[in-house]
């Protein structure tokens, strides 16, 4: 991972190591960073969330989160949510006693999770849930989930699947879409 001076200049390296490091988020005071880190050591890689302090420059990994990965800080800086991709559970980590709870079960996460603007939910994406490929929120409070969209809303019929890229400020979707890039033609052939 780098450091880049937001006016330009230098990448400063973050974390030199061996692994694999993916998917930073950084503190909203800016002073930390989570991320997934992938180590390859094994046939079986593995993966956990570290925190970087940009201070020390030093990294650790965060406790009990083996097998996460897709990691996000909230707007707040009270949370994070990660996927356990072995459990298939999507995770709140509350930084202050960093202590891991359940959100959501049943499906795989990865990188899908986005936060309102607000904190008070987490939203993700089942990508392995057919053609629907649905989207849900739950809410931090009380974790209550409720599906908010899902493909067979996009009425495109050249649509393949979508994947959710972000959140707008009023916490709209934004997805990118996959088109079948398929065309028909037709071949006249005249052969000898």
């Known amino acids: 991972m780098y450091w880049v001076p937001k006016d330009g200049g230098t990448p400063q390296v973050l974390a030199a190591s061996n692994t694999s490091d993916f998917e930073p988020?950084?503190?909203?005071?800016?002073?930390?960073?989570?991320?997934?880190?992938?180590?390859?050591a094994s046939e079986v890689p593995e993966t956990a969330i570290y925190l970087l302090d940009l201070n020390t420059l030093q990294s650790r990994i965060v406790p009990g989160s083996l097998s996460y990965e897709g990691v996000h800080w909230s707007p707040d800086g009270k949370y994070a949510a990660a996927s356990d991709e072995v459990n298939h559970k999507l995770m709140l980590l509350d930084l202050a006693t960093e202590k891991w709870s359940e959100l959501s079960d049943?499906?795989?996460?990865?990188?899908?999770?986005?936060?309102?603007?607000?904190?008070?939910?987490?939203?993700?994406?089942?990508?392995?849930?057919?053609?629907?490929?649905?989207?849900?929120?739950?809410?931090?409070?009380?974790?209550?989930?409720?599906?908010?969209s899902s493909a067979r809303q996009i009425l495109r019929s050249d649509v393949l699947s979508y994947t959710m890229t972000g959140l707008t400020p009023e916490n709209d979707p934004l997805a990118t879409l996959l088109h079948r890039n398929s065309d028909i033609y037709a071949l006249e052939i005249d052969l000898p």
């Open 106 to 148: 049943g499906a795989s996460y990865g990188w899908g999770i986005r936060w309102s603007s607000d904190s008070r939910y987490v939203y993700y994406q089942h990508f392995e849930e057919g053609e629907d490929q649905p989207l849900f929120r739950v809410r931090i409070r009380d974790r209550k989930i409720e599906m908010i």
């Open 25 to 40: 988020s950084c503190s909203p005071d800016g002073r930390f960073v989570l991320f997934e880190r992938r180590t390859d």
